[in-house]
C-alpha cells in the first residue's frame, strides 16, 4: 500500500516484489564496530523488536524511544544527549 515518506515529502507505493528485494539484504551486523541505534516501538515501517534483537551485541548501544516513527530528527533534544554521550564519552 501506500506509505507517507515524511522525510521525502511524497507517497511511496509499498509492494510485495519491492519488499521481497529487502529480504535478500538482511545480514547481520559487521562485529566489532560501536554503533548507537535509535528505535522507536511505534515505527510502521520497521518491527524495532527484530532490530533491537539484531543489534543485541556488546559493541551496540540501543535506545528504543515510546514514539517517533521510522525517520529520526537528530535535531530533537531527547537524542542529542546520547548522540554526545556516544560520541564524546570522555567529556
Known sequence: GKYWAEK???DILVTEE???RYASRT???TAGI???IFLSRDDQVL???LS???YSG???TVIVFDEGGHTVNLNQDRYLDPLRAFLLPSQ
Request: glycine share 4%; net charge positive.
Open 8 to 10: 521525502r515529502g511524497k
Open 58 to 60: 556488546a559493541n551496540n
Open 18 to 20: 519491492k519488499v521481497s
Open 27 to 29: 545480514s547481520p551486523p
Open 47 to 49: 518491527d524495532y523488536q
Open 34 to 36: 560501536e554503533r548507537l
Open 52 to 54: 533491537e534483537n539484531a
